[in-house]
């Protein structure tokens, strides 16, 4: 069949290839008969290691340099260069007018246009004629279709949007449209509505375009990983397999070895008693021939009685032999018992298990490795790739060991909430499964469970300080970055990571003295200036923004932000109250309390907190007790009293609220975490953590519960302490403490 006559039943798209969408370049067949430029097939061996067909993705197992000797298909690569030839010699003009030609007649070799080619087309004996669509450079046919099919000359002036028609000013057919008063429109209003349609629906499709490449990228990405964990897993196998048979053959030798050194120390027993008897037969079997042949010799009676009294002693030793425990020995019985917990093991759990990852839900990337104290509550979150999501998440949580604690599983708008804590410290994982098992991506997540307690303390604050070095450390509070930020009554602060090293000094570039200090957000934060007698709000590189209380403050000790009602709340030592302000414009609101020792009154505040609904919590150092007043400033009660037990406070220094509501309080030598309605939880820290009138305190992590407190006074001669506890921080003067609550 000639090129001509194939042509006929071929569509262009059959000259191009699936990959590049381009006309093929040296077409190769694989053995499912698909067919693909050579540089296609190598771009994605390169890309993917392998060749799998685009169309019917067999896989074959191929390298590089086998691509180039796959069979050629001969009929596409002349089928191409007939076409090229075509295109190539396409003339300016149709073979019968001046139009553009645009289709060629492979049995009459001629180029026509649309026109022209209709009317080849009306004639019987050249209807079944090969014809072939060329290619047109896009502005020839964007000027072409404004000119008149009828009136090739004409241009197109009018569309009609009933008829959906153009017409050019010869076209009659326009005037029934006018006079059925049809929606005519000018040809470039038509050209604009549709090109802007054309546009809309183009980035339409590129979007579709996108997201469906994105979506391949994601699942050729998955399918790689996918097969990469399979040969991972079947390595893994065969690795464990050959351990535990390396292990159950080095066993085995060691007991065959004892079975062997059994039988040879019972051989030599058994040989030794075998040897004795024979022995004996030997003399039973000689005295015995010897006694009959004195059979009716009565001259062999003294010979007789010589044979007798050997006889009994053949026979007394017999007796001492049976008696004899090396002869009892020989009576052992030899047998093997396999052991119960191997097989009960493999009947169990196997040599291992296989997890299967689906990949409509995942756990959120924070959630995958967790740290928390025992018996601290925690949750897991999952979310769901499905636009519709009816599975039903299932969560198992365990420890080594085979404890066991209770989760609970909630959903809400797309993404599942798995809560659970765990009673015993250790690690711990949670397996998290969807309704057919699969476990979900990120599953299962690891869960430290850490002691509570000291962590570590940062020891002689004042050598990183250039200004004030013996003012005592006041204040530690958590930056914008998960550091922690140090004040002790001078212009630097100085900042550590959580692991206590030291991160930089930074100096105030205004003359104070910061004593306590509370982040507000944005990277603005606001300090009490024990210089200025004021409170300082400052942006992130520590520039003065405000002032609050200027000649109204006489010694500002403490500061909180309610962030809701943008009040800012300062506790006063000397004016024996707590100060309000408009933390926007600065402006002064009022005050909560008066100098006194009655409920509600106050003696030298030393710090101030916000619980989450609004209430005001007040240290009331001299008077020894924590108060909380209403956002109307009205005392709701006294929280703690005073007192040397626990549960009660002796000169509160420090306050603060942690992310579960529950308060946190310092007070002389100790650090105690009370509930939102002053009910007694725990002591932080322990008498012997060296802890000497505790001051600022921080909550710096959630998982775990981390604190950090500022110790005040001197320590064992140190200038001053930072202290980390699990969800509390203590401070040895100059000295900061870090606890695990």
């Not at 074959?60 to 260069?81: A, M, P, Q, R």
């Not at 009018?158 to 153009?166: A, Q, S, V, W």
């Not at 004593?515 to 007698?533: A, E, P, Q």
Request: with cysteine.
């Amino acid at each position: 069949m000639s090129a001509k006559t194939v042509l006929k039943f071929f569509d262009k798209r059959d000259l191009e290839c699936s990959i590049c969408l381009q006309r093929f370049t040296d077409p190769k067949a694989l053995n499912c008969l698909h067919i693909y430029c050579l540089n296609c097939l190598q771009d994605l061996m390169r890309r993917h290691g392998k060749i799998r067909c685009p169309k019917c993705r067999q896989t074959y197992d191929l390298k590089d340099g086998d691509l180039k000797h796959l069979k050629c298909n001969e009929t596409i690569s002349y089928l191409v260069e007939y076409v090229e030839k075509i295109e190539s010699e396409k003339p300016e003009t149709c073979s019968r007018c001046a139009n553009q030609p645009q289709d060629y007649c492979s049995e009459c070799e001629m180029y026509m246009c649309r026109q022209c080619i209709q009317q080849h087309k009306m004639f019987p004996a050249l209807a079944n004629h090969s014809l072939y669509t060329l290619d047109t450079d896009i502005e020839e046919k964007s000027e072409d279709s404004l000119n008149c099919q009828n009136h090739p000359d004409k241009k197109l002036e009018d569309y009609c949007r009933t008829c959906k028609l153009p017409a050019c000013e010869d076209c009659k057919h326009i005037l029934s449209c006018y006079r059925n008063q049809h929606k005519v429109i000018p040809m470039e209003t038509a050209l604009n509505d549709i090109n802007k349609t054309v546009t809309e629906t183009m980035k339409t499709a590129e979007g579709i375009k996108r997201k469906l490449k994105e979506r391949l990228d994601v699942i050729t990405k998955e399918r790689s990983e996918f097969e990469s964990n399979l040969k991972l897993s079947r390595t893994a196998i065969e690795i464990h397999e050959k351990t535990i048979i390396r292990k159950v053959k080095e066993e085995t030798k060691i007991m065959m070895a004892n079975l062997t050194q059994i039988y040879k120390e019972q051989s030599k027993v058994i040989d030794r008693q075998v040897k004795s008897i024979e022995f004996k037969l030997t003399q039973v079997n000689t005295l015995m021939e010897s006694i009959k042949k004195t059979m009716n010799k009565p001259t062999e009676t003294e010979n007789l009685a010589s044979y007798q009294t050997t006889i009994t002693v053949v026979e007394n030793d017999a007796a001492a032999d049976e008696l004899d425990k090396s002869f009892t020995k020989t009576r052992i019985t030899l047998k093997f018992i396999p052991s119960p917990h191997l097989v009960e093991l493999m009947n169990h759990e196997g040599v291992g298990r296989l997890i299967t990852v689906g990949g409509v839900h995942n756990v959120n990337k924070e959630d995958e490795n967790i740290s928390v104290t025992k018996g601290q509550p925690f949750s897991v979150k999952v979310s769901s790739l499905a636009e519709s999501d009816v599975a039903q998440l299932t969560a198992t949580l365990s420890n080594s060991s085979g404890a066991k604690s209770a989760t609970e599983v909630k959903r809400r708008k797309g993404q599942y909430t798995v809560t659970g804590r765990c009673d015993l410290e250790g690690d711990w994982h949670m397996d998290i499964t969807d309704g057919d098992m699969s476990h979900v991506i990120g599953s299962p997540v690891s869960i430290k469970v850490e002691p509570v307690g000291l962590v570590h303390t940062i020891d002689n604050i004042s050598e990183y300080k250039e200004h004030s070095k013996t003012n005592k450390v006041t204040d530690v509070v958590l930056d914008s970055d998960g550091c922690m930020l140090v004040s002790s009554g001078s212009k630097d602060l100085i900042k550590f990571d959580q692991s206590g090293g030291f991160v930089s000094k930074i100096q105030i570039p205004q003359n104070v003295q910061v004593t306590r200090m509370h982040k507000i957000g944005n990277g603005t934060m606001v300090y009490c200036d024990h210089l200025g007698k004021c409170v300082v709000m400052c942006d992130n590189q520590y520039h003065e923004i405000r002032t609050f209380g200027k000649r109204v403050l006489k010694y500002p000790d403490g500061v909180t932000v309610n962030q809701q009602t943008r009040i800012l709340y300062i506790a006063d030592r000397e004016c024996h109250c707590v100060f309000k302000f408009n933390i926007d414009d600065g402006s002064l609101l009022g005050k909560i309390g008066s100098e006194g020792r009655e409920a509600g009154q106050m003696k030298q505040p030393d710090d101030v907190a916000v619980t989450k609904n609004g209430h005001v919590i007040v240290a009331d150092h001299d008077n020894k007790r924590i108060q909380m007043f209403d956002a109307n400033d009205k005392l709701i009660k006294i929280l703690v009293g005073c007192g040397q037990e626990d549960g009660k406070v002796l000169a509160p220094c420090g306050i603060t609220i942690d992310m579960d509501g529950n308060m946190i309080v310092s007070s002389n030598h100790k650090l105690q975490l009370f509930d939102q309605n002053g009910k007694f939880i725990k002591r932080i820290d322990n008498e012997d953590d060296g802890l000497d009138v505790p001051a600022g305190i921080a909550v710096i992590s959630q998982r775990p519960r981390r604190v950090v407190v500022a110790n005040h006074v001197p320590n064992n001669n140190r200038p001053g302490t930072i202290t980390l506890l699990k969800h509390v921080s203590t401070n040895k003067i100059m000295t900061i403490y870090v606890f695990i609550v």
